[in-house]
């Protein structure tokens, strides 16, 4: 029976950069795996900006995906760590916390949905090892790839780990092993760990202190010989592309490891969505 | 008494009523700061802000861009000895800071790009076209291409007051 997933779209990726969407969608089926889209989903609500202005407002916009999600029977699976850290936040509060979900479940009832607490949040990366493992992903790598790239964890794929239980918060290896499995080799870099500058509403509120965070990731990246960037969130994706019009010196391409997983398991580089990129990828 | 600030300890309680209640864990060893990136290269001083926090220096805090300097990454979280909820309380000063009307142009547009489409960002034909042409829905099956979903999220959003809140119709 194939297992399946929620896929939780959020924004960046299907309205900036498709090629992670269509990346995701192909490298699940070609793994055996369902993807069920969550019919009218809406923003996880961001963390960096609903968060921070509205904790009921998130709260409830968040409960509402999860209620979308429970009621198609389905875990949510998502593609970005901001997604992943809204959507998994608001299911651990509102399963620890009775009086919130009662009070969440006030205001879903007004646009008829419900929420029992039955989701669970998922990050694909996390999913890729851990549901489906390296024999299966190594069994369909048709192209493998022979690329020196620096890994972008961002913050909240491991963090907060007391909640998550990834991997290991200050040195993660998980991501590193998930490259590897394609061919390429992941390299060691300064500050690896550190984020990409962007969150808690930093970029739209002041991007000249992202791009700063930004920069000093490039020089240890470039520093180290890192070819690619390989992130697991469209948002640090964002940052790290966009960033590299304004921060001088550097040419660096920006890679989802959803698209490194498309382009070696031989899907068209036409279906990546490369012309998206700012940073021009010629694998 | 003109340098003298006034404390407002009912400040303080609203943090640890509204979920910040590790805030009095923190003994000040400044792991917070020492870890923070963003102070790294700013005036941000993590380990200071919990101390206003905790001596009830409401108007030093929620008037502060130092406030909306933390990118969320979680590394002061990691390592604080005290386990203290840094984020968390920074995120719920910033919920009160936005209830005194201290809110970015920035982030305004943000709210209202929400209450627009569902999304973060704004979506047009180019996107449209790309999608299609790579095989995926030109809308992908979200608020956007959603119209009962998209009515779902703005009730929800009216029904909070987020509409008023953040001066978006």
Redesign the interface.
Same mark, same amino acid.
């Given at each position: 029976m194939a297992q399946k997933y929620g896929f939780f779209?959020g924004?960046?990726a299907?309205?900036?950069y498709? %090629?992670i969407?269509?990346a995701t969608r192909t490298v699940f089926k070609e793994l055996g795996y369902e993807l069920v889209?969550?019919? %009218?989903?809406?923003?996880c609500?961001?963390?960096?900006?609903?968060?921070?202005?509205? !904790?009921?407002?998130w709260l409830?916009?968040g409960a509402?995906n999860l209620a979308i999600a429970e009621k198609q029977g389905v875990d949510i699976m998502t593609i970005c760590n901001g997604c992943y850290?809204s959507l998994f936040d608001v299911a651990h509060m509102l399963h620890e916390d009775k009086a919130k979900l009662k009070h969440v479940n006030e205001?879903?009832a !007004?646009?008829?949905?419900h929420y029992s607490g039955n989701t669970q949040v998922r990050h694909f990366a996390e999913v890729m090892y851990n549901d489906v493992g390296i024999e299966k992903i190594k069994a369909k790598v048709k192209n493998p790839l022979t690329l020196d790239v620096a890994a972008h964890y961002g913050?909240?794929f491991t963090?907060?780990?007391?909640l998550k239980h990834i991997d290991d918060?200050?040195r993660p290896h998980i991501l590193d092993e998930l490259i590897e499995w394609t061919g390429a080799k992941s390299l060691n870099y300064k500050d690896k760990?550190?984020?990409c500058?962007?969150? %808690?509403?930093?970029r739209?509120?002041?991007s000249a202190?992202?791009n700063?965070?930004t920069a000093e990731k490039l020089k240890n990246i470039k520093a180290a010989g890192g070819k690619y960037i390989i992130d697991v969130c469209p948002f640090c994706h964002l940052q790290f592309d966009r960033s590299q019009k304004d921060i001088k010196g550097y040419d660096i391409p920006v890679v989802h490891l959803a698209q490194l997983y498309g382009l070696a398991f031989g899907m068209p580089k036409? !279906?990546l %969505?490369l012309?998206?990129h700012e940073v021009k990828v010629n694998f | 008494m003109s340098n003298m600030k006034e404390p407002d300890m009912a400040f303080a309680d609203a943090v640890k009523a509204a979920g910040g209640k590790t805030l009095d864990l923190c003994y000040q060893c400044g792991t917070c700061t020492a870890s923070c990136p963003s102070g790294r290269r700013t005036a941000f001083r993590t380990r200071q802000i919990i101390r206003k926090a905790q001596l009830g220096l409401k108007d030093d805090v929620l008037g502060s861009d130092e406030l909306w300097m933390c990118t969320t990454c979680y590394s002061c979280v990691e390592r604080c000895p005290r386990e203290v909820e840094i984020v968390d309380i920074i995120l719920l000063m910033r919920n009160m800071a936005v209830q005194k009307g201290y809110m970015a142009d920035a982030h305004k547009k943000i709210a209202a790009s929400l209450m627009k489409g569902g999304a973060t960002v704004p979506f047009g034909d180019d996107m449209r076209k790309l999608r299609s042409g790579m095989g995926l829905p030109a809308n992908p099956p979200t608020t956007i291409g959603n119209e009962k979903g998209l009515e779902e999220f703005r009730k929800i959003m009216r029904k909070t007051g987020f509409d008023k809140l953040t001066g978006v119709n």
């Open positions: 779209l924004c960046i299907p309205l900036r498709p %090629g969407e269509k889209d969550l019919e %009218g989903a809406g923003c609500p961001a963390p960096g900006v609903v968060r921070s202005f509205d !904790e009921a407002t409830a916009l509402r850290g205001i879903l !007004e646009v008829g949905l913050c909240h963090r907060p780990s007391k918060p200050e760990q550190m984020c500058g962007s969150g %808690g509403g930093v739209s509120r002041n202190l992202a700063e965070f036409s !279906e %969505g012309e998206a | -």
